[in-house]
Structures are given as C-alpha cells and as structure tokens.
Nanobody
Framework: VQLQASGGGLVQAGGSLRLSCAAS????????IGWYRQAPGKQRELVAG???????KYADSVKGRFAISRHNTVNTVYLQMNSLKPEDTAVYYC???????????????????WGQGTQVTVSS
C-alpha cells in the first residue's frame, strides 16, 4: 500500500490547513501511520502519528494545534493544522510508522519510498 500526501499550500500565520494522506489500498491492516515534515536545512521529523486502535502521538511543538485522524473506510489519514506558525513551514509527508517487536517505533524514520510530499508555507 502506497501513501500519498496532499493538501498543502500557502497560509498566513494563525491560519489552518487540512492535509490528506490517501492510500492506494486498504489501511485497515497498517499498524500505525505518521505525518512527518522536513524544513529546509533540518532533519525530517515525526509531527503526529496514529495507531490502528486510534492512539495518537504528537511532537511537542504541535501539541494542542494539530490533530491527526484515521478513517479506514476511505483509506485516508488527515492532519488538521490550526494556529499555524512560520516555523511549521516544511514539506509534509505521510508514511507507515516502523514496527518493532515492542510495537510502533514512533521516532524512527521509515525506510524506503517517501512519496512527493506536500509543501506547507506559513507566512508571518
């Protein structure tokens, strides 16, 4: 199953965007899906993740502003981004969270293909 991010754009600080992560097939069996971002000159990082059971994980920098949701019936994961800040500017990607014997390895970056990502630009 391939995941593709969309929905980015240019928004003023304080504004909102909703990103979509559409799957090429069923996401029912995917344990956890994450939204990641990479800003110019910075490392790619986890922004938010959601397990198959609906448990969520957020980076400290976005807690209280971003919300991830998972909709298995339409094979899509959303990232609702509110109160956007210029430091949220980055290319956003979605991907499967790596799995280890103990469970989801939230802060480990997935290997393999990442897809094109979607650009989010927040102006001040």
């Amino acid at each position: 199953v391939q995941l593709q991010a969309s929905g980015g754009g240019l928004v003023q600080a304080g504004g909102s965007l909703r990103l979509s992560c559409a799957a090429s097939g069923s996401i029912f069996s995917i344990n956890a899906i994450g939204w990641y971002r990479q800003a110019p000159g910075k490392q790619r990082e986890l922004v938010a993740g959601i397990s198959s059971g609906g448990s969520t994980k957020y980076a400290d920098s976005v807690k209280g502003r971003f919300a991830i949701s998972r909709h298995n019936t339409v094979n899509t994961v959303y990232l609702q981004m509110n109160s956007l800040k210029p430091e949220d500017t980055a290319v956003y990607y979605c991907n499967k969270v790596p799995q280890r014997p103990y469970g989801s390895s939230w802060y480990e970056l997935p290997l393999g293909s990442w897809g094109q990502g979607t650009q989010v630009t927040v102006s001040s």
